[in-house]
């Protein structure tokens, strides 16, 4: 059982956040302490990063929970359940049993689960670290933590309800990950090298010695008489501890990119090489030799030896099942990708569509908001889904990047199952444009592109028009009654869209900020990202439009804004949702947030509950 050992990528996660009461019918004095009340109750998605097997089960940290899978089958993997939220990251994971496991999930600890049934494994305790838990090991009553910036920390966990910190070594030293032989323990870490710990006594850990090694040290596995180091652009290091108190590095082995990560079973040695794909070596004699590579990967991180399969996770794909029965011609013989990159949301009844950059197309039945399903996935391949408007029995999705399709349209008559109308290809006027988002109104989409404003024609989705092209570069689009705005970092435009096959523009206000949200408050006013914060926009005369008010908003520039009735909620990447009241549009005030201790881009608001990308 092999753990996890990388500081983990920031990625977005989807949350499902709900509220005790219903927020938008209350008053606005209320509203000021009650807008808070939100509470975290499932999520979806995220880095793929920890994993462990165990007999036929795969243990699989999915963003901040743990998904079990039967892999009796590994080419149609089974997921059997799913935990509760953990709260951070799972950065590794470790079981030696079928009873527990455990968790190292990075700012929130240690946590430890009873998955003694696979179907509901159940959260019994946490201990909350002083650092950053990125690797956990258990020998006997003893999780012993690469505890980050905390060095090694020993806790005891002869009762898993109440664990305790009984001891540590080289607290001021990065610790990444843990491995242990006999009562030896060895840390990578990072580029002070390797740790060296005399366990005897848990209680008393003797720091031993620091081996000083070749680039920087992500992870380590012991074999026989040998530890093989993922050294990062420092290869593979080989380490004998034939004399356990006198190791000593014996060899380095070059690899094309950086070693993440390594693990073994029985003489194979896989190493997880970042961005040049996954490696095995023979390591029956002293110095490994290589025996074959699997290249068509993202970023590979954490892997397992099963048998012939080898389980990589994968930054960029997700989780990877390599088939290494013949190293020489290594195939992927099965793929889970989760949602790695949520950029948009919407909802329509009980059913979230997540515009998922390039994890494509997501459908999850929310019936039961504390345990979200995924019932579909669009794979959009090397295009980038930037966002889905769902209406009635069709939903629309566009795209950028390598794509020859920037819009994709689904019926989604049956809603958990969508399936694909049309691909409407580029045509000579917008050729390689891409779709960064759209508004739908009165069966029009409206395209904010880049170097291009786009009308089309929905009216039948099997057979989508453009009918207007205006050359202006947009990000994000809004419409409403007769307009269509769009905003660019530099500059605002209104359209006429009385006429919806013809975009008409009115006017264009010069503005300077990063943040691409703009909403419609009502015919005569939009909501957009400014300088440091929000405007609030008078579009009553679109020739000449005018700013009305501002507020400052912490993380100084809006992703998105969703409005409802008169409360806005501003999706401002690392400082969360911010909730503004506009019931005077001249006075804005703050009035609320939503820590989502994730870096958010976009949310939706249905009653009380709260979707957050």
């Given at each position: 059982?092999?753990?996890?050992?990388?500081?983990?990528?920031?990625?977005?996660?989807?949350?499902?956040?709900?509220?005790?009461?219903?927020?938008?019918?209350?008053?606005?004095?209320?509203?000021?302490?009650?807008?808070?009340?939100?509470?975290?109750?499932?999520?979806?998605?995220?880095?793929?990063?920890?994993?462990?097997?165990?007999?036929?089960?795969?243990?699989?940290?999915?963003?901040?929970h743990v998904e079990i899978y039967d892999i009796s089958d590994p080419e149609e993997m089974v997921l059997i359940g799913t935990s509760e939220i953990l709260f951070d990251s799972v950065e590794s994971l470790f079981?030696?049993?079928?009873?527990?496991?455990?968790?190292?999930?990075?700012?929130?600890?240690?946590?430890?689960?009873?998955?003694?049934?696979?179907?509901?494994?159940?959260?019994?305790?946490?201990?909350?670290?002083?650092?950053?838990?990125?690797?956990?090991?258990?020998?006997?009553?003893?999780?012993?933590?690469?505890?980050?910036?905390?060095?090694?920390?020993?806790?005891?966990?002869?009762?898993?309800?109440?664990?305790?910190?009984?001891?540590?070594?080289?607290?001021?030293?990065?610790?990444?990950?843990?491995?242990?032989?006999?009562?030896?323990?060895?840390?990578?870490?990072?580029?002070?090298?390797?740790?060296?710990?005399?366990?005897?006594?848990?209680?008393?850990?003797?720091?031993?010695?620091?081996?000083?090694?070749?680039?920087?040290?992500?992870?380590?596995?012991?074999?026989?008489?040998?530890?093989?180091?993922?050294?990062?652009?420092?290869?593979?290091?080989?380490?004998?501890?034939?004399?356990?108190?006198?190791?000593?590095?014996?060899?380095?082995?070059?690899?094309?990119?950086?070693?993440?990560?390594?693990?073994?079973?029985?003489?194979?040695?896989?190493?997880?090489?970042?961005?040049?794909?996954?490696?095995?070596?023979?390591?029956?004699?002293?110095?490994?030799?290589?025996?074959?590579?699997?290249?068509?990967?993202?970023?590979?991180?954490?892997?397992?030896?099963?048998?012939?399969?080898?389980?990589?996770?994968?930054?960029?794909?997700?989780?990877?099942?390599?088939?290494?029965?013949?190293?020489?011609?290594?195939?992927?013989?099965?793929?889970?990708?989760?949602?790695?990159?949520?950029?948009?949301?919407?909802?329509?009844?009980?059913?979230?569509?997540?515009?998922?950059?390039?994890?494509?197309?997501?459908?999850?039945?929310?019936?039961?908001?504390?345990?979200?399903?995924?019932?579909?996935?669009?794979?959009?391949?090397?295009?980038?889904?930037?966002?889905?408007?769902?209406?009635?029995?069709?939903?629309?999705?566009?795209?950028?990047?390598?794509?020859?399709?920037?819009?994709?349209?689904?019926?989604?008559?049956?809603?958990?199952?969508?399936?694909?109308?049309?691909?409407?290809?580029?045509?000579?006027?917008?050729?390689?444009?891409?779709?960064?988002?759209?508004?739908?109104?009165?069966?029009?989409?409206?395209?904010?592109?880049?170097?291009?404003?786009?009308a089309i024609d929905v009216r039948d989705p099997a057979n989508p028009t453009v009918t207007s092209i205006l050359p202006y570069e947009d990000n994000n689009a809004a419409a409403f009654g007769n307009l269509y705005?769009?905003?660019?970092?530099?500059?605002?435009?209104?359209?006429?869209?009385?006429?919806?096959?013809?975009?008409?523009?009115?006017?264009?206000?010069?503005?300077?900020?990063?943040?691409?949200?703009?909403?419609?408050?009502?015919?005569?006013?939009?909501?957009?990202?400014?300088?440091?914060?929000?405007?609030?926009?008078?579009?009553?005369?679109?020739?000449?439009?005018?700013?009305?008010?501002?507020?400052?908003?912490?993380?100084?520039?809006?992703?998105?804004?969703?409005?409802?009735?008169?409360?806005?909620?501003?999706?401002?990447?690392?400082?969360?949702?911010?909730?503004?009241?506009?019931?005077?549009?001249?006075?804005?005030?703050?009035?609320?947030?939503?820590?989502?201790?994730?870096?958010?881009?976009?949310?939706?608001?249905?009653?009380?509950?709260?979707?957050?990308?």
């Amino acid at each position: 059982m092999k753990k996890g050992s990388v500081t983990a990528f920031s990625l977005a996660f989807i949350f499902l956040i709900t509220s005790l009461l219903s927020v938008f019918n209350v008053s606005s004095a209320q509203a000021a302490s009650e807008q808070n009340d939100w509470n975290l109750v499932s999520q979806v998605g995220g880095t793929t990063q920890a994993i462990a097997v165990l007999d036929t089960y795969l243990y699989l940290g999915v963003g901040w929970h743990v998904e079990i899978y039967d892999i009796s089958d590994p080419e149609e993997m089974v997921l059997i359940g799913t935990s509760e939220i953990l709260f951070d990251s799972v950065e590794s994971l470790f079981t030696n049993n079928s009873d527990y496991l455990y968790a190292a999930c990075g700012s929130s600890g240690l946590q430890i689960l009873d998955i003694s049934d696979p179907s509901a494994p159940r959260l019994v305790s946490s201990y909350n670290t002083l650092g950053f838990s990125e690797d956990v090991y258990v020998l006997d009553d003893h999780a012993i933590l690469a505890d980050g910036p905390n060095g090694v920390q020993i806790i005891d966990i002869s009762d898993p309800q109440e664990s305790k910190r009984v001891g540590e070594a080289y607290p001021l030293t990065y610790a990444y990950d843990i491995e242990i032989s006999g009562n030896t323990v060895f840390a990578a870490a990072g580029g002070s090298g390797m740790l060296v710990i005399d366990l005897t006594d848990p209680e008393q850990p003797q720091e031993i010695e620091l081996i000083d090694m070749n680039g920087f040290v992500y992870g380590l596995t012991i074999s026989k008489s040998n530890i093989y180091t993922a050294n990062a652009w420092g290869g593979i290091g080989v380490v004998d501890i034939t004399d356990i108190n006198e190791p000593h590095v014996a060899d380095y082995i070059e690899t094309d990119g950086w070693a993440m990560s390594v693990s073994h079973q029985g003489n194979a040695l896989l190493v997880m090489d970042g961005a040049d794909g996954v490696r095995l070596y023979d390591i029956s004699s002293q110095t490994p030799g290589f025996s074959g590579i699997y290249t068509e990967t993202g970023f590979t991180y954490q892997g397992i030896l099963n048998e012939e399969k080898a389980f990589v996770t994968d930054k960029e794909k997700g989780l990877l099942i390599i088939d290494f029965s013949n190293p020489d011609e290594p195939f992927l013989s099965a793929r889970y990708l989760p949602i790695l990159d949520a950029r948009r949301v919407t909802m329509q009844d009980s059913m979230a569509y997540v515009a998922a950059g390039l994890s494509g197309m997501r459908a999850i039945d929310l019936s039961d908001p504390s345990n979200p399903e995924e019932t579909y996935w669009f794979d959009t391949e090397s295009a980038y889904a930037n966002k889905v408007i769902a209406s009635g029995n069709t939903a629309y999705l566009s795209n950028h990047l390598d794509t020859n399709y920037p819009l994709r349209i689904f019926d989604i008559s049956d809603p958990q199952h969508p399936e694909k109308i049309t691909e409407m290809t580029y045509t000579d006027e917008f050729y390689g444009t891409a779709f960064r988002s759209m508004a739908l109104l009165n069966d029009f989409l409206y395209i904010a592109a880049e170097g291009t404003d786009v009308a089309i024609d929905v009216r039948d989705p099997a057979n989508p028009t453009v009918t207007s092209i205006l050359p202006y570069e947009d990000n994000n689009a809004a419409a409403f009654g007769n307009l269509y705005a769009a905003v660019s970092t530099t500059e605002i435009c209104i359209f006429d869209i009385s006429d919806p096959a013809t975009l008409q523009l009115m006017s264009v206000y010069e503005r300077d900020s990063a943040g691409e949200g703009i909403a419609f408050l009502d015919q005569n006013t939009i909501v957009v990202s400014g300088d440091n914060g929000i405007w609030v926009m008078d579009v009553s005369d679109p020739a000449s439009p005018s700013k009305r008010s501002e507020l400052e908003v912490p993380g100084a520039f809006a992703t998105e804004i969703f409005i409802v009735g008169n409360t806005a909620y501003v999706s401002c990447l690392g400082n969360g949702i911010q909730i503004v009241d506009l019931s005077d549009p001249d006075q804005p005030q703050l009035i609320g947030e939503v820590d989502t201790q994730s870096i958010a881009t976009d949310c939706y608001v249905a009653d009380d509950l709260m979707l957050v990308a």
